[in-house]
């Protein structure tokens, strides 16, 4: 029997259960080291491998520039989860759906599975690493005889190491052009540090220090810097707490042109056209100079201040940007008096980036709320004008060989860089990486490259924090180290002996020299720490800063006018383009959207009206740098005059989950800008988005709650209108009683913020399958825990938050309506209060999905497809369900029955909070708490006694009981302080 592979490879049974065993060896060996290449016959099994007993390695993300740490968890060779490293600073234990995903990328069965040589009528043919090798060390020397710097890095930055190695590999072969690229770069944000403060590293920020704060275009909960880490924060942030004597929650506002997940979470959105933000923040700044709130240990000349700021009277930004003049006084008023204030810029404008940091400066808050740290890493990207010389030089014919690994800059790049024509030019182009992706389309050898949780490596994220990358599993396609087949390639040609052989030899040299930075007197004791750890966590000092006020001579500019914008912004899953590759990714709903599977074009309903088109409308987008096409998305969550479409789709290789879905906007962008001036039109055809959500209207169910902070403080719970008291008697029969344990769990609605890492965590735990878009459309999603989305009546919108958010599950009913309704008794109540699924008894019947008034079931209508070798990320602890079968949320059954015979096996008490869920794990916010209803003191119980006026249940009128708790979302009344 052969499971079938993508393009004509297949993995046999035979060859499964030999990688199987080489990985489990592997797996058993502290920190990963590479396994002797014997098999090991389970007849004399290994003993630190047993069999049903996962194995757990600390090792990076890499999803995204952040740099949090995860810990793998490993069977029989296998990794099948990712969780977040408790000891990381960074991410504390949390993972986000991004990096949930990672696991997609090992085991996507488009990743390239061997060595490919373009021929000269551009067909691609299979060779063996030997002659791949021969090829790129022949043109490597030949380029190196032709002169200097004819040989070209060009890829992403893939930590300190990997730098080192890269520089290596070209001074190797007579060169230096290195290019670290990253399509969404911090430059706006360093080159203001410099201008300022003289210095290019990015400041860290404590959202959870501030009274007030006030992002202009930071998606920080998002996409933008470290989102595990600031959504963390943010909701320390607003957690009620006494401030000045009174009960309240941190104030923010958002300063964007388009309702973001960050936005609705915020107590105001200040629509803008796209860069008119640093409009607003300038004009913020010109209010505390005129109310004399400039701190006078600030070292700002207030002479030089106000006449930078001259230009931004409120009256004066308001017309211009139609932000209301009392808007502007009460921010900069608010943001003034506050006792702890944070200004943070996200937009492509540097000018933003230096108001909001003079903002943060002139109040004080600099130390407290925004710090720069000592000893702070070199810059891991390349500035653009490196970037831009080195396309220049290919398209000059300055390259004889350019070598490419990730970043995909055919894709991301703007169009007036020519890269693709750059390309053309270079006589010998190399990619290395997973999936052949646009780039690789312009190679002439590609090279498969190991995943990053096959791979030694390491990152710096920031000062005092160094992760440490491990492989947590034997590699999965005939793969290598991107940094093994740079030194190889080094290797051959070099007359003298490199300092290091493969990027694993490198990795530890590198991290012995650490040893006595950490005080560890042993290095190979250290070594085995930082392994187990994840990595070399220090102290970190705040460092002083300089300031430099010689720019604000003169005043500042106002941004350009636009009468009709596109802005493109990061999708909160698929990022710039590099997770469109995970189906996972692609078919979470956007939290705001609620659209899968697509790009769209969000249009406001009064510029849908003057183009003259409606929902589903294709519209032709056109910048003077190109144009693409997308269906209109009518919502109220635009600024009127912008276009929105979000950054990642319009793929046209990457795989079969990638390719042909939607547009891509980086093709319409000038360069270093996420917008531009465009036109819009109709072209006459339609395509439906997509999406799960059924109603964007409550419909005055109590479905998610809320309440404002001014009624909690004065302990008044809401009265819902619609709800109804159960007549009596209110059950038909006896209830259920729980000699043990009750399981259960409270939810804090203002804590979660949409960010769908729980979604993504279940389908990982839970081998939830996905359907894709005809599925999604059709009604069939799989997904067990759901985001929840609703728009506030219009008008309950002075009394309501931006968007009503709150994660969906099963409610685990003691009157469950889907239990008595199974003809064959497949729904069933456990005696420790889960609504059970018996498959192999289920005959599919419905009626339990019918009859859940929460739509938290889901039928399987065909047998679930996992193409191999997506197999392989399968959880063996949880049952792989077939078509004709109901299933649904237990509160990670598998994770109970597992801490229950752990407990059992040392003949001891279950301990609170040993069992923890996938969603719960995930969580950023910790917003999920599980535990045992029946036992007062868990954390879980806590929690809602430490809340009892915010205690609420969904749909409660029904009855059904439910074992989760949620805390009602809270708000700010609008207008008040």
Known sequence: MKIEKHEGTSISRRAFIKLAATAGAAAAIPGCEPAARKLIPYVVPDENVVPGVPSFFATTCSECPAGCGVVARIREGRVIKLEGNPEDPIGQGALCARGQAALQGVYNPDRLANPQVRGGDGAMRAVSWYEAEKMLADKLAAASKAGKDRVTFFGSPNGPTFGKIALTFLGSFNSSRAIFYEAISNEPARAAAKTLFGRRDLPIYRIDQAEVLISFGADFIETWQSPVELARQYSLFRTPQKRRGALTIGRATYVGPRLSMTASKCDDWIATVPGAQAD???????????????????????????????????????????????????????????DGALAIAGTDDSSAHLAAMILNSVTGNFGKTIMFFEDSPAEATSTPDEVDAAVDAMRSGQIDVAFLAGGNPVFTMPPSARIAEALQKVPFVVWAGGVPDETAAMASLLLPAHHPLESWRDTAPRAGIRGLGQPVMQPVFASKPVGDIMLDAAAKASSTKLQWATTADAVKAEWLALAPKADDANPEDFWTKVRREGGLFEEQHVSALKLDTSPFKAAVPTAAQMELSVYAYPHIFLYDGRGADKPWLQELPEPVAQIVWDS??????????????????????????????????????????????????????????????????????????????????ATGETRKLVTPLGNGDMLGRSIVEAMSIEQLANGIVPKDPHEQEAPEPSEMYPPWKYAGHKWGMTIDVNACTGCSACVTACYAENNVPWVGKEGVDNGRIMSWIRIERYFPQPKEAAEAPQLYLAPMLCQQCDQAPCEPVCPVFASYHTEEGLNGQIYNRCVGTRYCENNC????????????????????????????????????????????????????TEDRQLRDGEIVTACQQACPTRAITFGDSNDPA??????????KLRNYRALEELNTKPAITYLRDLYREKGKA
């Open 280 to 338: 607003v923040a300038w004009s913020i700044l010109n209010v505390l100079v005129k109310n004399g709130k400039v701190s006078p240990n600030s070292g700002f000349d207030l002479a030089a201040l106000t006449k930078a700021v001259e230009n931004f009277d409120p009256t004066a930004t308001s017309a211009r940007t139609g932000v209301p003049v009392e808007t502007i006084a009460q921010l900069g008023e608010t943001f003034g008096k506050a």
């Open 600 to 681: 769209w074009a969000e249009i406001n309903p009064d510029t849908a009206r003057k183009l003259g088109v409606s929902q589903d409308d294709i519209i032709e987008i056109k910048t003077e740098h190109g144009k693409i096409e997308a269906p209109v998305l009518v919502a109220p969550t635009m600024r009127s005059g912008v276009i929105a479409v979000p950054l990642g789709q319009g793929h046209r290789a990457y795989g079969r989950y990638a390719k042909n879905v939607g547009a891509n906007p980086w093709a319409i962008l000038p360069a270093g800008a996420t917008y531009a001036s465009a036109t819009a039109h």
């Open 853 to 904: 008034p929460y739509k938290v079931r889901r039928f399987n209508w065909f047998v679930p497809e996992w193409p191999a070798p997506m197999n392989l990320q399968l959880n063996p602890d949880v049952t792989v369900r077939g078509a004709g079968v109901m299933e649904k949320c237990t509160f990670c059954v598998q994770r109970i029955q597992f801490a229950e015979l752990n407990a059992k």
């Open 938 to 947: 868990s954390a879980m119980m806590r929690r809602r006694d430490d809340n």
